[in-house]
């Protein structure tokens, strides 16, 4: 049985532990200070950031969905400990597609998650329960697609953008893929039928900008 240290203390970051538990290994929570500490309720084994130092043979991964926060946590510990990809057992895959995933680092792929095939798939991305990624798409790092988003094919979603829950992005073109900015924010139950700019929030079906800025989202 192997130790996963899961970064994070929210609803998600125990999401992340049920994969860990249906793997057959041990989550181990690592809060960031001691008034999160003190909050805490769980069952499972928690420790300190400041601690970590003194663990033996822990792999980690990051159960943020905030992509910013993700990143910071990534990169802040990046040549320090391995984070190892965290794949629940129902998750179905394509031709060759779980090796692609397996050959990258951070990845959390939920319960009920679709993959069809030749997907590119960037670190630390997230692909929350029921989510579906159709053939031939790009997906960049520290990306977030919620629970019950359909990515169709021949799309490419930029570094940390996020898909909302229930969000529908429709079919790219082979030669040009239908493509969300970078730090774009795609609203629950929003259909995307063109590209979307970096940095902006999306809404309605169809989709349309409704402002600019990202948004911070659920940790």
Same mark, same amino acid.
């Given at each position: 049985?192997?130790?996963?240290?899961?970064?994070?203390?929210?609803?998600? +970051?125990?999401?992340?532990?049920?994969?860990?538990?249906?793997?057959?290994?041990?989550?181990?929570?690592? &809060?960031?200070?001691?008034?999160?500490?003190?909050?805490?309720?769980?069952?499972?084994? &928690?420790?300190?950031?400041?601690?970590?130092?003194?663990?033996?043979?822990?792999?980690?991964?990051?159960?943020?969905?905030?992509?910013?926060?993700?990143?910071?946590?990534?990169?802040?510990?990046?040549?320090?400990?391995?984070?190892?990809?965290?794949?629940?057992?129902?998750?179905?895959?394509?031709?060759?597609?779980?090796?692609?995933?397996? +050959?990258?680092?951070?990845?959390?792929?939920?319960?009920?998650?679709?993959?069809?095939?030749?997907?590119?798939?960037?670190?630390?991305?997230?692909?929350?329960?029921?989510?579906?990624?159709?053939?031939?798409?790009?997906?960049?790092?520290?990306?977030?697609?919620?629970?019950?988003?359909?990515?169709?094919?021949?799309?490419?979603?930029?570094?940390?953008?996020?898909?909302?829950?229930?969000?529908? &992005?429709?079919?790219?073109?082979?030669?040009?893929?239908?493509?969300?900015?970078?730090?774009?924010?795609?609203? +629950?139950?929003?259909?995307?039928?063109?590209?979307?700019?970096?940095? +902006?929030?999306?809404?309605?079906?169809?989709?349309?900008?409704?402002?600019?800025?990202?948004?911070?989202?659920?940790?």
């Amino acid at each position: 049985m192997r130790r996963i240290g899961i970064f994070g203390s929210s609803g998600f +970051a125990r999401e992340v532990a049920d994969i860990v538990t249906a793997l057959g290994h041990k989550p181990l929570f690592v &809060v960031r200070d001691r008034i999160e500490l003190e909050r805490w309720s769980w069952p499972d084994d &928690v420790v300190l950031e400041s601690e970590l130092q003194s663990l033996d043979s822990t792999e980690f991964t990051i159960g943020v969905g905030d992509n910013r926060v993700r990143e910071r946590i990534a990169t802040r510990y990046a040549n320090e400990f391995h984070f190892c990809n965290l794949i629940h057992p129902s998750a179905t895959f394509g031709v060759r597609q779980r090796e692609a995933i397996d +050959a990258q680092r951070g990845i959390i792929v939920c319960s009920g998650v679709r993959f069809t095939n030749g997907i590119e798939v960037g670190d630390f991305s997230i692909f929350n329960l029921n989510a579906t990624v159709g053939h031939d798409c790009t997906i960049e790092a520290f990306v977030n697609v919620s629970p019950g988003a359909s990515i169709s094919g021949n799309v490419h979603l930029a570094r940390r953008a996020w898909i909302g829950t229930g969000a529908t &992005v429709i079919q790219g073109k082979t030669d040009r893929k239908l493509r969300i900015g970078e730090d774009a924010t795609i609203g +629950a139950g929003a259909v995307v039928t063109r590209d979307c700019v970096a940095a +902006a929030v999306y809404v309605g079906v169809p989709a349309r900008k409704l402002r600019d800025g990202f948004v911070t989202m659920g940790s």
